[in-house]
């Protein structure tokens, strides 16, 4: 899971401020590494590990000057995390193409070994977006007439990438001299948005991006989700083309909804804040049939809040934010390695032990990946006097590898693979626990669009929409993961 922005301004003013401005937006997507692509005339690249603040000094944000540009914040799932594997990549031939993808390409290591074997073609790094980069180079050559580019051949080229790229991906890119293009998988698994703004003077700007709130930041407007399987092509002129090149069954990632959103988003149209409140009242109803009575809602912050206090609601209980974050600590989901994970856990939180002491006290998160940081918190809320300590989760068990780009690769990854709730229960510590439906999870999410029948819920289900998943797929993907850790 990562985060996209491309930007393109049709009066010539630099855009990198702005991009700039919408990755600290979505800096919560990607913590391991960012990156800012531009072009004026050739293409100027900054990138490197760490956080957006770190990585764009004064010196480096000089560089990059141009009125089109992209960037990204990683969250590595494929690669071995250098700096090296850090997005955006470009390529001088065809033309120029620069890119930045969110998702996860699940026959990469097929593209690398296609390459290397017909084109003579290297893939230097294991970062799979230079897959992707590769293939459109191919198929704009493919369908490339007299040497021009045209949005009909791009078309044609992307159509092309998206019969050929198995797995998940949202895209933006870039030509060099030509404009801004982006597009997304055939099932819409990985979110992307889009929007304008008229700048005066009969300048325009156009946004693409991970999710709605780097536009409301930026001020864009006339938003909209790309469809699945959706292209759009900007010129540099401001002209706008738009085709749905090859779609399928419509299957955006409930696990966006559950934990990787900002709660100010908007997805496929529906408010991941409102989402996680429906998620809370159902999961109260669910808690009510325990019988088990609590005295205080405690959130795992910062994902759970919503749902908690929804939840605390239903059952008339006092709802107290008794955990506090360090907010200089980043997200351990989205740390690359299990004892990071288990050693950012005991900085991030820290327990107010008033709220605790002599209570029976509930526990609220958004999901139970490897019981690591559930083990951490239920000791913690032991040692600040807790008399007993429950556990619920707003989203089901989490059993099945994810190939769409979250970091959940390895059957080892899941406390709950091949247990029962309660053995789930004694392996965290947890007095009781209860885990959310998924038709209950499913629907909190479709309550806020009708028009959404369809979310991808692999990760519960073992289901993967794509249809293009098998167990050598699962196999390849674990091997990848446990050489780099």
């Known amino acids: 899971m990562c985060g996209i922005i491309g930007i393109i301004n049709t009066s010539g003013q630099r855009v990198f401020e702005e991009i700039y401005r919408g990755l600290h937006a979505i800096q919560h997507r990607g913590q391991d590494a960012t990156g800012i692509l531009t072009f004026s005339n050739r293409f100027h690249l900054v990138?490197?590990?760490g956080l957006v603040r770190d990585v764009f000094k004064k010196q480096e944000q000089q560089i990059l000057e141009g009125s089109m540009g992209l960037g990204h914040v990683r969250y590595p799932t494929v690669g071995k995390r250098s700096w090296e594997d850090a997005q955006p990549f470009w390529s001088g031939t065809p033309y120029g193409i620069g890119i930045a993808h969110n998702g996860n390409l699940s026959n990469f290591f097929f593209l690398k070994e296609h390459f290397r074997d017909n084109h003579n073609s290297l893939i230097n790094s294991d970062c799979d977006v230079e897959g992707l980069l590769a293939l459109l180079g191919e198929e704009i050559l493919r369908q490339g007439s007299g040497g021009s580019l045209s949005a009909k051949g791009i078309f044609r080229a992307i159509k092309g990438v998206l019969q050929r790229a198995q797995g998940a991906y949202s895209v933006v890119g870039m030509i060099a001299n030509y404009g801004m293009f982006a597009f997304r998988d055939p099932h819409g698994i990985r979110p992307i948005v889009m929007g304008s703004r008229d700048d005066g003077?009969?300048?325009?700007?156009?946004?693409?991006?991970?999710?709605s709130v780097v536009l409301d930041l930026l001020d864009y407007h006339d938003t909209r989700n790309l469809l699945p399987g959706e292209a759009v092509i900007i010129e540099n002129d401001g002209t706008v083309h738009e085709e749905t090149v090859l779609?399928?069954?419509?299957s955006p990632c409930i696990f966006e909804y559950v934990y990787f959103a900002r709660p100010d988003s908007f997805i496929e149209g529906i408010s991941?804040?409102?989402?996680?409140?429906?998620?809370?009242?159902?999961?109260?109803?669910?808690?009510?049939?325990?019988?088990?009575?609590?005295d205080v809602v405690i959130p795992v912050p910062e994902s759970a809040t919503t749902a908690a206090a929804a939840l605390a609601?239903?059952?008339?209980?006092p709802y107290r934010e008794a955990l506090v974050k360090n907010r200089?600590?980043?997200?351990?989901?989205i740390m690359p390695r299990n004892t990071a994970r288990q050693d950012t856990v005991?900085?991030?939180?820290?327990?107010?032990?008033i709220e605790f002491e002599g209570k029976d006290v509930l526990l609220v998160d958004d999901s139970i990946v490897r019981g690591n940081t559930s083990r951490s918190i239920i000791e913690m809320a032991r040692k600040a006097g807790a008399r007993k300590v429950y556990m619920a989760s707003y989203s089901p068990p989490l059993q099945n590898p994810c190939v769409y780009g979250i970091d959940m690769s390895t059957k080892g990854d899941f406390v709950a693979k091949e247990r029962s709730v309660e053995e789930v229960a004694r392996e965290i510590g947890a007095d009781h626990l209860v885990y959310q439906d998924l038709d209950d999870l499913l629907a909190a999410a479709s309550d806020g669009n009708d028009q959404v029948e369809h979310f991808c819920s692999a990760c519960f289900t073992g289901s993967y929409p794509t249809g293009d998943v098998t167990p050598q797929t699962l196999s390849d993907i674990e091997a990848e993961r446990e050489r780099d850790c």
């Open 47 to 49: 990138k490197g590990p």
């Open 201 to 211: 003077a009969g300048g325009r700007s156009h946004c693409i991006a991970s999710e």
């Open 247 to 250: 779609s399928r069954l419509q």
């Open 272 to 294: 991941v804040y409102k989402t996680r409140q429906r998620c809370g009242e159902r999961l109260a109803e669910k808690w009510k049939k325990t019988g088990i009575k609590a």
């Open 313 to 317: 609601n239903q059952l008339d209980l």
């Open 328 to 333: 200089y600590v980043g997200r351990t989901f």
């Open 346 to 353: 005991r900085l991030k939180l820290n327990a107010i032990q």
